[in-house]
C-alpha cells in the first residue's frame, strides 16, 4: 500500500506561479513512471507530466514550455513547476504511480483567476 500527498495548490493570479508537490509514503527509487494528472470542473481527468525513473521527462502540448516536473528520489517527492499559469490550468491535480497496483493522491486544488 502506498499513500501519496499532493501539496502546493492555491489560488494565483494569471501569469503567476506554483509549485507542486507529490510525497509518497515508500522509497520511489525503483519506481519507474511517476505522472502528474488533472481535473477540471466537467471535464475528464487528462495527463499533465510524466517522468522516468531516469528523469526523462514528458508533457501535454498545452503546458510544453511552462510546466517542468521533476523528482527527488531521496525524498520521495515528485514536483510539477508551473509557470506563466493561465486560468485554463485550473483544476485539481492528483500524482499517480504504479507499484504493484496504482495509486493516486487526493488532490490539490489549483485555481488560476485571470
Known amino acids: 500500500q502506498v499513500q501519496l500527498v499532493e501539496s502546493g495548490g492555491g489560488l494565483v493570479q494569471a501569469g503567476g506561479s506554483l509549485r507542486l508537490s507529490c510525497t509518497a509514503s515508500?522509497?520511489?527509487?525503483?519506481?519507474?513512471?511517476i505522472r502528474w494528472f488533472r481535473q477540471a470542473p466537467g471535464k475528464q481527468r487528462e495527463l499533465v507530466a510524466t517522468?522516468?525513473?531516469?528523469?526523462?521527462?514528458n508533457y501535454r502540448d498545452s503546458v510544453k514550455g511552462r510546466f517542468t516536473i521533476s523528482r527527488d528520489n531521496a525524498k520521495n517527492t515528485v514536483y510539477l513547476q508551473m509557470n506563466s499559469l493561465k486560468p485554463e490550468d485550473t483544476a485539481v491535480y492528483y500524482c499517480n504511480l504504479f507499484s504493484g497496483g496504482y495509486y493516486w493522491g487526493q488532490g490539490t486544488q489549483v485555481t488560476v483567476s485571470s
Open positions: 515508500t522509497s520511489i527509487f525503483s519506481i519507474g513512471v
Open positions: 517522468i522516468t525513473s531516469i528523469g526523462g521527462a
